[in-house]
């Protein structure tokens, strides 16, 4: 998957839907699911002496979406779009806008493999 932890997406489809870009707090299941900062919260039910809820009670965590229903939002052209990858002149590979050109930062170095002359 295109889409790396700490980028900023739009959700698409479900109940979260919306036009305001949110964090990616992790990638799962080889990219193919996302956990999205605020978007489908669910209530964790945990014992008292719990780590993060030492007196007990009810957690609040966000839950693994399908990564089809996000765009990656693009702070170049403002909006939700498709990611490419490109080799560079110099032989490194990085990510790009897929509307509007602009690079997204390299993936991997240099590789004489791929240079262009």
């Known amino acids: 998957m295109k889409i790396r932890r ?10 979260d839907a919306g036009d305001t870009p949110r ?3 992790s990638v ?9 900062e605020n978007v489908n919260r669910a209530l964790k039910h945990v ?12 957690l609040e965590i966000e839950m693994p979406i ?4 996000v765009k990656f939002y693009c702070e170049a052209c403002s909006k939700g779009t498709r990611i490419g990858y490109r080799y560079t002149a110099d032989g490194s590979k ?5 509307s509007c050109d ?13 240079q262009k002359q």
Do not use: W
């Open 23 to 25: 964090r990616v707090l």
């Open 47 to 58: 014992k008292r002496g719990h780590p993060k809820s030492p007196q007990g009670g009810r």
């Open 6 to 15: 700490g980028d900023s997406v739009i959700v698409v489809t479900g109940a």
């Open 94 to 98: 990085e990510r790009f806008c897929k």
């Open 66 to 69: 399908d990564a089809s229903n």
């Open 28 to 36: 799962v299941d080889g990219g193919k699911k996302l956990t999205v």
């Open 102 to 114: 602009a690079s997204l930062g390299t993936i991997s170095p240099a590789n004489a493999k791929y």
